[in-house]
């Protein structure tokens, strides 16, 4: 078959592949610690499995409307309200079969050939698939270890131009971590205000902190007209094989959004809405234990990177990700991360497959267990004192 140009343009998560070349060494007989894959290793509480089964035994197995079912819409309206200090109605909310449609959307709605869009780098991935997907130009704005991995401003008002349709923040941010605080979210926002560009603020990661409160850009003026949020349920409550998010957004983008579902996915499974409900309506003790174990895990693997020589490695305050600086090992990012999984039977990613600003690093994931971390750091050691000699 001749295949359209534009399938040329979409790149890949390197974390599926780098699990692929895993499960081959374990399929051999080896036994590798995951450290690749951002999602949480918990079980989605029973509650909302109960709940999903009950739809399922209630007839909940039909078509339901493109932009979700309205309690669900509403449900979400209520908690962005509440976690934003927002005022948020259900016409403004759009969900989807998990968060990335959200995403996809936006920058199909609002780019096209021409157009620009600035993206964090290093960043998830996918944001610069579907910038070029779309036809538009990506345009990286880096996120250094020297700023805690937070977006400098003045770096981004010298990447805007009259082309730029569409800017994309993540925070707390895979792969680093990072957090862009109040601070900068303000001057963002009046940067962009008075520019009239969008942004697409993904917030999947709102509810991992481990200090502090969660600061959304959409409260700052005007940018309730100007944000699209991007968040879900894979993250906060385990529950990534579900495929449920939500966008939350102007009145009239949430349409167009509506007809972009109709025309691709139709709707949302609609046993799954009703997991979403139990799960917003619910007991958050599951999501509190979660988060609290996460920062268990993130302490004990910061203070074992810490002590081996040639990595140095900052404190995340939210998320579940390292993003280590591994240069004094003389070693690529790619070739240091390759060397991990076949000599040492740890998986892990190259800070390279998150953006040109990320070599230098590797990310780990700490969504294992307490036991295997410690093993992980065992080997990690191991192969840095290999590579030093």
């Known amino acids: 078959m001749n295949l359209a140009r534009r399938m040329d343009k979409l790149g890949t998560e390197s974390a599926f592949e780098v699990l692929v070349k895993a499960r081959d060494l374990e399929a051999r007989g080896r036994d590798v610690v995951h450290l690749e894959i951002g999602e949480p290793d918990f079980d989605t ?6 709940a999903a089964g009950q739809a399922l035994r209630s007839g909940h197995t039909h078509y339901g409307p493109p932009a979700g079912l309205p309690e669900l819409r509403e449900a979400i309206a209520g908690d962005v309200s509440r976690s934003r200090g927002i005022p948020v109605n259900p016409d403004q909310v759009v969900v989807t079969p998990g968060a990335k449609p959200i995403m996809f959307y936006a920058i199909l709605a609002l780019a096209q050939p021409g157009d620009e869009v600035i993206y964090p780098d290093p960043g998830f991935p996918i944001y610069e698939s579907v910038i070029r997907f779309a036809g538009a130009r990506p345009v990286p704005i880096s996120l250094t270890e020297e700023r805690n991995f937070g977006l400098d401003v003045n770096e981004l008002a010298d990447r805007i131009t009259d082309r730029t ?9 895979n792969p680093t971590s990072g957090i862009i605080p109040p601070s900068d979210l303000k001057s963002i926002a009046e940067l962009v205000v008075d520019k009239g560009i969008p942004v697409l603020a993904d917030e999947i990661y709102s ?4 200090d502090g409160e969660f600061h959304s850009i959409s409260v700052y003026e005007g940018m309730q007209d100007q944000t699209i949020i991007l968040d879900g349920f894979s993250k906060t409550y385990a529950m990534t094989g579900w495929r449920i998010g939500y966008g939350v957004m102007p009145q009239s983008l949430a349409e167009k959004f509506g007809l972009l579902m109709v025309n691709s996915n139709s709707c949302t499974a609609t046993f799954t809405q009703r997991a979403a409900l139990a799960a917003l309506q619910g007991p958050q003790d599951n999501v509190r234990a979660m988060v609290a174990e996460f920062k268990r895990r993130r302490d004990i693997f910061v203070a074992g990177l810490r002590e081996i020589p040639g990595i140095r490695c900052p404190l ?15 070693r690529s990012s790619q070739e240091f991360a390759d060397y991990l999984l076949y000599e040492g039977n740890v998986a892990a990613l190259s800070g390279r497959g998150f953006g040109a ?5 590797v990310r780990f994931s700490y969504a294992n267990s307490v036991e295997n971390i410690h093993k992980a750091l065992n080997r990690i050691a191991e192969c840095v004192r290999k590579i030093r000699g």
Do not use: K, M, T
């Not at 509480?45 to 109960?50: E, K, L």
């Open 45 to 50: 509480p029973p509650h909302i499995v109960y």
């Open 165 to 173: 349709r569409l800017l994309i923040i993540n925070s707390p941010q």
């Open 207 to 210: 509810r991992i902190l481990y």
């Open 316 to 330: 995340p305050g939210g998320a579940f990700y390292l993003f280590p600086n591994v240069e004094d090992l003389g």
């Open 357 to 361: 600003f990320g070599e230098g690093h």
